[in-house]
């Protein structure tokens, strides 16, 4: 089992820059496949990036790809969501996840087995 703590959030301009963190707690963090999704108020929660166990593969939303980066250092157990040229419509609570597969990157929520708590980003115009 993994316990997962997002950091990193806050109140950004529109333009500006933000790196959220996700620390894992247990061993086998190198084992899990990770991703951010994001729910902003009224909406579903959405995929936004994902990326395999070792790093080498990732995917992105179109609606962030270009702009936000995903990163994982498996020796400090965390991955990472770097967001450029942010935009009011990133506002949301980012949750990080984690899959036990490892090598899957996938969009459905469902397929992911563990999830954080969130931490709110919010994009002022």
């Known amino acids: 089992q993994v316990q997962l703590v997002e950091s990193g959030g806050g109140l950004v301009q529109a333009g500006g820059s933000l790196r959220l963190s996700c620390a894992a707690s247990?061993?086998?963090?190198?084992?899990?496949?990770m991703a951010w999704f994001r729910q902003a108020p009224g909406k579903e929660r959405e995929f936004v990036a994902a990326?395999?166990?070792?790093?080498?593969?990732?995917d992105y939303a179109d609606s962030v790809k270009g702009r936000f980066i995903i990163s994982r250092d498996n020796a400090k157990n965390t991955v990472y969501l770097q967001m450029n040229s942010l935009k009011p419509e990133d506002t949301a609570v980012y949750y990080c996840?984690?899959?036990?597969?490892?090598?899957?990157?996938?969009?459905?929520?469902?397929?992911?087995?563990?999830w954080g708590q969130g931490t709110q980003v919010t994009v002022s115009s």
């Open positions: 247990g061993r086998t963090f190198s084992s899990y496949a």
């Open positions: 990326c395999t166990s070792s790093g080498g593969r990732t």
């Open positions: 996840a984690a899959e036990d597969t490892g090598w899957m990157i996938t969009r459905r929520l469902s397929a992911y087995d563990y």
